[in-house]
Nanobody
Framework: QVQLVESGGGLVQPGNSLTLSCVVSGGTFSNYGMGWFRQTPGKEREFVAS????????RYADSVKGRSTISRDMDKSTVHLQMNSLEPEDTAVYYCAASGTGWAWTVPSVYDYWGRGTQVTVSS
């Protein structure tokens, strides 16, 4: 059974940085395309960033492009999302997802596995 566990969320002041991590277990991490999505109450889940299985294709939402970096650590079966210059608008629950196709998808419907999410709150 594939499990994804996110960590690294919390309360951070505007302008600061945060790195989210997602550990994947129970499957073959090197086969998965990985994505990060976020959601706020009353809104649909929103794409943030994704990376393909060999780290040659990384994609970002316009809202985070230029201040975020997605990466994967094959040895630790972990995907990271570093976010800089955080804004109150970045406040959300952040979810990690895995796609068995290996591609860096930007839509949530194609992902096969999901974590439970980690809360990020950007506030002074």
């Amino acid at each position: 059974q594939v499990q994804l566990v996110e960590s690294g969320g919390g309360l951070v002041q505007p302008g600061n940085s945060l790195t989210l991590s997602c550990v994947v277990s129970g499957g073959t991490f090197s086969n998965y395309g990985m994505g990060w999505f976020r959601q706020t109450p009353g809104k649909e889940r929103e794409f943030v960033a994704s990376i393909n299985h060999v780290s040659t294709d990384m994609r970002y939402a316009d809202s985070v492009k230029g201040r975020s970096t997605i990466s994967r650590d094959m040895d630790k079966s972990t995907v990271h999302l570093q976010m800089n210059s955080l804004e109150p608008e970045d406040t959300a629950v952040y979810y990690c997802a895995a796609s068995g196709t290996g591609w860096a998808w930007t839509v949530p419907s194609v992902y096969d596995y999901w974590g439970r999410g980690t809360q990020v709150t950007v506030s002074s």
